[in-house]
């Protein structure tokens, strides 16, 4: 099975500083990212995705994908203790398999 | 839409019963996944199915777990005979195409076996 890594966390953060969630992916070939969210207690949604090396924004939200070091990172701005999750890296290897998600990083907003 | 929906959405069981979770996809949404999380092991794709057939069920850890689906708006999975180390919170998810990455889950089983 092809790895996606995050660091589990607790990522602890103040209110409205940036936070940075990391994830790395072993399978060179992969072709997209996603962030999917999920609160404790709650099923995973989607909150982002990303196709190609750059940035990627959606109001405090931005993707980054840089493919030649395997790396894809999300950026919350101004961070609120609403945003507080754990957050889940996915990514298509684009080999007709499902996603292959991480572990999750879990993020705390502290007031 | 209602979404999907899982039932139970919880279940306590002891060790050696048999333990049945069952989905209802998004109307519409021909692929069906079943997951498993735990803390310890992140979420894990167990098996998955495009239009009713099953495409691949090497994620199911061993041969006390199967799935079916009989139908597009019905999907079953059972674990006979359950164990404790099946505790974990049992996610089903849908997509409208196969293979589409945004998937949509329902809100889980939380399965403990005593």
């Known amino acids: 099975q092809k790895e996606v890594e995050q660091n589990s966390g607790p990522l602890s953060v103040p209110e409205g500083a940036i936070a940075s969630l990391n994830c790395t992916y072993s399978?060179?070939?992969?072709?997209?990212f996603f962030w999917y969210r999920q609160y404790s207690g709650k099923s995973p949604e989607l909150i982002m995705s990303i196709y190609s090396n750059g940035d990627k924004e959606d109001g405090r939200f931005t993707a980054q994908l840089n493919k030649a070091s395997q790396y894809v990172s999300l950026l919350i701005r101004d961070s609120q203790p609403s945003d507080s999750a754990t957050y889940l890296c996915a990514v298509n290897t684009g080999r007709n398999t499902p996603l292959v998600f991480g572990k999750g990083t879990r993020l705390s907003v502290i007031a | 839409d209602a979404g999907v929906i899982q039932s139970p959405r919880h279940e306590v069981t002891e060790m050696g019963q048999e333990v049945t979770l069952r989905c209802k996809p998004i109307?519409?949404?021909?692929?069906l996944f079943w997951y498993r999380q735990t803390m310890m092991r992140g979420l894990e794709l167990l098996i998955y199915f495009n239009n009713n057939v099953p495409i691949d069920d090497s994620g199911m850890p061993e041969d006390r777990f199967s799935a079916k689906m009989p139908n597009a708006s019905f999907s079953t999975l059972k674990i006979q005979p359950s164990e404790p180390r099946d505790s974990a919170v049992y996610f089903c998810?849908?997509?409208?195409?196969?293979?589409?990455?945004?998937?949509?889950f329902g809100p889980g089983t939380r399965l403990t076996v005593l």
């Open positions: 109307s519409g949404h021909n692929s």
């Open positions: 998810a849908s997509s409208e195409r196969f293979l589409d990455n945004e998937q949509f």
């Open positions: 399978d060179r070939g992969s072709q997209s």
